[in-house]
């Protein structure tokens, strides 16, 4: 027997008022599909932020570096009373390691993270006064900080948009949407650097972040709830308007 075609309407999610309504040729990059995600983005997830709890630059680091292959939540609950032990980097480099590791175990590979905050700690201590540096060129320097840590701190701290922030959610949404086809993070980055407006940079990573949290998941991705899945030809959804 031929399986029945789904016929659900979305449950959930706002359909933009305009540019998502229409079809667009799979992987079309024209400027005119990109101003529709975004608009559908901004629809969806008009307030998005970093949802990693920080009072400085210097805690947004340490907290982006244990969020590796961890999630958001349990580097929240792991965080305030590694501050409240060690609060400044200063501090940090010099705890003894066994007592980091002891910290932070819960997000796992603890030992490694373990030695990249605490040489964050020393190298920022040590070469930029105590005060994490505001470029990416210094930023990427310090132990742990990669090029989407560093975008993170920047974009999020001090509003500066040197590169978009390529996790795991944005790299799967950008293929998901044609907006990239590199199989690196750091190809993945220059593809969208090219394509989203740097304006939008910043605020472009915490919406798609947010919607690979709440909708467009790994497995099974919600495309009922999604409001730009009229722009999304990706051949694994679950549901077509």
């Not at 359909?15 to 629809?43: H, W």
């Not at 400085?56 to 929240?76: F, G, H, K, M, Y």
Request: aromatic share 4%.
């Amino acid at each position: 027997m031929a399986k029945p075609k789904l016929t659900a309407k979305p449950t959930a999610g706002k359909q933009p008022t305009t540019g998502a309504s229409r079809r667009v040729p799979r992987g079309d990059l024209a400027p005119e599909r990109i101003a529709a995600i975004l608009m559908g983005l901004d629809e969806a997830y008009p307030s998005a932020e970093c949802a990693l709890i920080h009072r400085s630059p210097w805690e947004l680091l340490v907290a982006t570096i244990l969020s590796a292959q961890c999630t958001d939540v349990r580097v929240n609950m792991v965080t305030p009373e590694l501050f409240r032990r060690f609060p400044a980097p200063a501090a940090m480099a010099k705890a003894k390691l066994p007592v980091l590791e002891e910290l932070i175990r819960t997000t796992g590979f603890f030992r490694n993270k373990a030695k990249s905050i605490q040489g964050a700690a020393r190298k920022i201590t040590e070469d930029f006064g105590g005060e994490v540096p505001q470029t990416l060129a210094e930023l990427i320097t310090v132990p742990g900080a990669a090029r989407k840590t560093a975008n993170v701190v920047l974009g999020v701290c001090f509003g500066k948009a040197e590169g978009v922030v390529v996790d795991t959610h944005v790299f799967r949404i950008a293929h998901r949407l044609g907006l990239a086809k590199g199989d690196t993070a750091p190809k993945v980055e220059q593809e969208l650097m090219k394509v989203i407006p740097q304006n939008r940079w910043i605020g472009f990573s915490h919406q798609v972040i947010h919607h690979g949290r709440q909708v467009c998941v790994a497995r099974k991705p919600k495309c009922d709830r999604c409001n730009i899945e009229p722009l999304c030809h990706s051949k694994d959804k679950t549901w077509e308007s």
